[in-house]
T-cell receptor
Framework: GQSLEQPSEVTAVEGAIVQINCTYQ??????LSWYQQHDGGAPTFLSY????GLEETGRFSSFLSRSDSYGYLLLQELQMKDSASYFC???????????FGSGTRLQVQP | NAGVTQTPKFQVLKTGQSMTLQCAQD?????MYWYRQDPGMGLRLIYY???????DKGEVPNGYNVSRLNKREFSLRLESAAPSQTSVYFC?????????????FGQGTRLTVV
C-alpha cells in the first residue's frame, strides 16, 4: 500500500513562511499533489509535482524529491485565510486511485 | 459549469437502514472516487472507478457498494448502515491523463447513523 506522513498541526503568524512536509512510502507513482481544505468545505487542488524540484504558484510553492521520498508545501506571506488543513496525495503508476495523507492543520495567528 | 454535485448534503439514518449517495460530474472525467473523512483521519478512499464500467476497492470498502451508472454518475450505497459509518463523504472526479492529477470534489454529504 501507500503511506504518507504529515505533521498533524502547524502554527505560524501572519506574514511568515511555513513549510508543511510530506514523506511517503511508495514507489512508482506519477507525482505528489497538494490540496487545501477549509473547515466545513471540500478539498481544493493547490499544486502538483510530476518531476523533482520546485513548482511555484503565487504565494504557494511545492517541492518533490523522489530519491528522498519527500516533498513539501511552502506557504509565503501567510494570511489569516490560509488557516486550513493541507493534504498531500499520490497516485500510483498504473492505477487511478488517489491516496491522501492524514492532513496538516495550519493555524495562522495575528 | 456545476463541476461535481453530491446529494444529499445531510442525512440521518437509523442503524440497519440503507441509502444511496449520489454523485454526478459534468467535466467528462473518466475517473471518479468516493472518500470518507473522519476527524484526524484525513481522506480515506472507499471505492473508485477508473472508467465507465469498472470499479475497484480502495482502503476502506467494507460495508459499501458502488455503481458507475454511466460516465457522469457514480453512486455509493450503504446496505445496512452502522454507527461506524457516521462520517463526511466526498465524491471526486478527475481526468485520466497521466500529467493531469487535479481532482475536483463535491461539497460533501454529512451522514449520521444513530
Amino acid at each position: 500500500g501507500q503511506s504518507l506522513e504529515q505533521p498533524s498541526e502547524v502554527t505560524a503568524v501572519e506574514g511568515a513562511i511555513v513549510q508543511i512536509n510530506c514523506t511517503y512510502q511508495t514507489s512508482g507513482f506519477y507525482g505528489l499533489s497538494w490540496y487545501q481544505q477549509h473547515d466545513g468545505g471540500a478539498p481544493t487542488f493547490l499544486s502538483y509535482n510530476g518531476l523533482d524540484g520546485l513548482e511555484e504558484t503565487g504565494r504557494f510553492s511545492s517541492f518533490l524529491s523522489r530519491s528522498d521520498s519527500y516533498g513539501y508545501l511552502l506557504l509565503q506571506e501567510l494570511q489569516m485565510k490560509d488557516s486550513a488543513s493541507y493534504f498531500c496525495a499520490v497516485s500510483k503508476t498504473g492505477r487511478r486511485a488517489l491516496t491522501f495523507g492524514s492532513g496538516t492543520r495550519l493555524q495562522v495567528q495575528p | 459549469n456545476a463541476g461535481v454535485t453530491q446529494t444529499p448534503k445531510f442525512q440521518v439514518l437509523k442503524t440497519g437502514q440503507s441509502m444511496t449517495l449520489q454523485c454526478a460530474q459534468d467535466m467528462n472525467h473518466n475517473s471518479m472516487y468516493w472518500y470518507r473523512q473522519d476527524p484526524g483521519m484525513g481522506l480515506r478512499l472507499i471505492y473508485y472507478s477508473a472508467s465507465e464500467g469498472t470499479t475497484d476497492k480502495g482502503e476502506v470498502p467494507n460495508g459499501y457498494n458502488v455503481s458507475r451508472l454511466n460516465k457522469r454518475e457514480f453512486s455509493l450505497r450503504l446496505e445496512s448502515a452502522a454507527p461506524s459509518q457516521t462520517s463526511v463523504y466526498f465524491c471526486a472526479s478527475r481526468a485520466n491523463r497521466d500529467t493531469n492529477t487535479e481532482a475536483f470534489f463535491g461539497q460533501g454529504t454529512r451522514l449520521t447513523v444513530v
